[in-house]
């Protein structure tokens, strides 16, 4: 089943405008992370927010995680045509030595130059 | 250059032929793993390996089969008993852990399997 939920499943903007994105997960979790992926090409992590923090900034990505609610944002300021891309976020429900990373569906943006 | 490399690009099969999947990294990492892809569908974990020697069937191992003798390479074979192979084949590594460690992947280009 997937653990996390991407919210929009797509979204269209225009260059300079803001992009936020949403996911929401079931089970308490380690870490969550953001990655990016451009069509046809494997995923590129972005950026990780561990689960006791609240948020995290890099560069024109902030991210908060709302763990009372089991749902993490990523925002993206100042958009540019190159950020058109799919956006996937992933939670790692650590056990014991084993660590997997459970993708979400992702979400779809496209932004207008 | 460090990174994960993933051969080939594109690889076309008949249906009812084994096919192998290479993965190999130079990040000196311990930990490798396979996802398929599908439209619509996210990643899907197939196996995953944290240490030479060593693996484990992740969320859709069935049909598949992987091998890991050496640290930098984590060969996926798709075999006949998959039902419906078609997808695009990601594969990833990361350090091991440990105290404080993070779980970040590293993601290869990707091979889109056709099977016909």
């Known amino acids: 089943s997937q653990q996390g939920e991407e919210d929009p499943q797509a979204l269209s903007i225009q260059e300079g405008e803001n992009a936020t994105m949403n996911c929401s997960y079931k089970t308490s979790i380690n870490n969550l992370q953001w990655y990016r992926q451009n069509s046809g090409r494997g995923l590129v992590h972005l950026i990780l927010?561990?689960?006791?923090?609240r948020e995290k900034h890099s560069g024109r990505l902030r991210v908060t995680l709302d763990t009372s609610k089991k749902s993490s944002s990523l925002l993206i300021t100042a958009s540019r045509a190159a950020d058109t891309a799919s956006y996937f976020c992933?939670?790692?429900?650590?056990?014991?030595?084993?660590?997997?990373?459970?993708f979400g569906k992702g979400i779809t943006l496209s932004v207008r130059p | 250059d460090g990174g994960i490399t993933q051969s080939p690009k594109y690889l076309f099969r008949k249906e009812g032929q084994n096919v192998t999947l290479s993965c190999e990294q130079n990040?000196?990492?311990?930990?490798m793993y396979w996802y398929r892809q599908d439209p619509g569908q996210g990643l899907r974990l197939i196996y995953y390996s944290q240490i030479v020697n060593d693996f484990q069937k992740g969320d859709i191992a069935e049909g598949y089969s992987v091998s890991r003798e050496k640290k930098e390479s984590f060969p996926l074979t798709v075999t006949s008993a998959q039902k419906n192979p078609t997808a695009f084949y990601l594969c990833a590594s990361s350090t091991t852990l440990g105290t404080g460690r993070k779980n970040e992947q590293y993601f290869g280009p990707g091979t889109r399997l056709t099977v016909t």
């Open positions: 990040l000196n990492h311990d930990a």
């Open positions: 927010i561990r689960s006791n923090e």
């Open positions: 992933a939670t790692d429900r650590r056990t014991g030595a084993n660590s997997k990373l459970t």
